[in-house]
């Protein structure tokens, strides 16, 4: 059995390079470690550790760590967040709820308020996250574009974090359902600038190459990888043999 972003962690190097999409032009990974995020339903991420030559994935619930605002705006939806959970991980923000729990803080907190497309569409559709992130990418509404603004510097802002853990000069992944979508903002330049806007250790950042994964199947070529390699230790699992029988 294998972690769903451990899995995905072992396919990255079984990707041929026109699956990755890099939001970092003219930087090449260095000899050190590398990360995944990836954002879904929920908040995943995985670590991968050089060893020699080659990566050693290994599962983590990073997406658990407490949210850190960076800004008064931030510290607000912390804590309208609060209110509602009590504690605030990344996770509750940087996944598919968070662009609804976004929207609706910019609408009660008064910097917004809901347009007749979002009501009638929301009334209509059972998924609340689809409505905001599909109208603020077609730029439709303009509460629910500055949500999915806010989601794109929240969730480059988690990847730089994830960087620093990790030491991650071999650079950072980012998978999952939702980076593919929402792929042109991410081309517009706020998730690096979140990424690396680190104070003293920007410069380490800045070196960083970031790379959207293209491919759905990554998980899947990854526990083949992984069956492949064989269990930990190099072992592979020994073949029952059947009981002697008595004579």
Same mark, same amino acid.
């Given at each position: 059995m294998l972690n769903d972003l451990e899995a995905t962690a072992?396919?990255?190097p079984q990707l041929p390079p026109r699956k990755l999409e890099t939001l970092t032009p003219g930087l090449r990974p260095g000899?050190?470690?590398? #990360?995944? @995020? #990836?954002a879904g339903t929920g908040l995943g991420m995985a670590l991968l550790i050089r060893d020699g030559g080659r990566f050693q994935p290994c599962a983590s619930e990073g997406g658990h760590q407490d949210f850190g605002p960076r800004d008064d705006l931030e510290i607000e939806l912390l804590k309208?967040?609060? &209110? &509602?959970?009590?504690?605030?991980s990344i996770e509750r923000i940087v996944a598919g709820p968070g662009f609804s729990a976004i929207y609706q803080f910019l609408i009660e907190s008064g910097r917004g308020r809901e347009s007749r497309l979002i009501g009638k569409r929301l009334a209509e559709q059972n998924d609340?996250?689809?409505?905001i992130s599909e109208a603020g990418m077609a730029g439709e509404d303009p509460v629910a574009e500055k949500a999915v603004g806010m989601f794109v510097s929240l969730y480059g802002a988690a990847a730089g974090d994830l960087a620093l853990v990790t030491k991650a000069t071999g650079? @950072?992944?980012?998978?999952?359902? @939702?980076a593919p979508k929402i792929l042109p903002m991410l081309r517009t330049g706020?998730? @690096? &600038?979140s990424f690396r806007a680190k104070g003293r250790l920007s410069p380490l950042l800045e070196k960083i190459p970031v790379r959207v994964i293209r491919e759905s199947r990554t998980a899947l070529f990854g526990a083949a990888a992984r069956a492949a390699h064989g269990p930990p230790g190099g072992r592979r699992p020994s073949t029952p043999q059947p009981k002697s029988k008595r004579r």
């Open positions: 072992w396919g990255i000899p050190g470690n590398a #990360a995944l @995020i #990836a309208f967040m609060r &209110r &509602r959970y009590g504690r605030v609340a996250n689809a409505v650079g @950072i992944y980012v998978g999952g359902g @939702i706020e998730f @690096i &600038r």
